[in-house]
């Protein structure tokens, strides 16, 4: 798992106020190198590509990407722009990466974590967030709404993935 601050704090601070957290956990299997998979997903400009709502995805500070790489997100939730700014919390080349991330309407973090299967690559996820001020009274339609997103967000990652395997074995 990744830092307290992306589980504990996150979970705990919403049960103290008696509101559920919006979690979701998704698996697909790639058809891809895990080193190509982990390639793609670690690198945040990549995020438009395949997150739903994602406009804009930039990178903050300097240097390669890693734990501790900042970036700003623009990102649309339920028809408003909203920035985002965000943090790689671990990196583990091929194996981890967690992230979390801040905004006035929302705080969520999440978790890719990747094996070696067959020929390709696991790829699994879990996500927490939790909704802030009056956008909370929007829990109940968003919670369902991100979780048909994260679903064909997996997909859309598979998809993109694996034609660009498919082209470097042509």
């Not at 590509?49 to 990407?65: L, Y």
């Not at 979390?100 to 973090?109: D, E, I, L």
Request: glycine share 10%.
């Amino acid at each position: 798992m990744c830092s307290s601050w992306e589980w504990g704090i996150l979970i705990a601070s919403r049960l103290q106020r008696g509101a559920a957290v919006i979690q979701i956990e998704h698996s697909i299997q790639i058809n891809a190198p895990v080193h190509h998979v982990f390639e793609f997903l670690a690198d945040p400009r990549n995020f438009p590509k395949w997150q739903t709502g994602a406009v804009q995805s930039t990178i903050t500070s300097p240097g390669p990407i890693g734990a501790g790489t900042t970036f700003d997100e623009v990102v649309k939730i339920m028809g408003w722009k909203v920035r985002t700014s965000c943090e790689i919390t671990q990196y583990e080349p091929d194996r981890k990466m967690c992230f979390k991330a801040t905004s006035r309407p929302m705080a969520y973090a999440g978790q890719f974590t990747l094996e070696g299967a067959g020929n390709g690559t696991r790829l699994s996820g879990f996500f927490a967030g939790q909704l802030r001020g009056i956008w909370r009274l929007a829990e109940p339609i968003f919670g369902g709404e991100i979780k048909k997103e994260s679903a064909a967000e997996m997909a859309k990652i598979k998809e993109i993935i694996e034609a660009g395997a498919l082209a470097r074995r042509s």
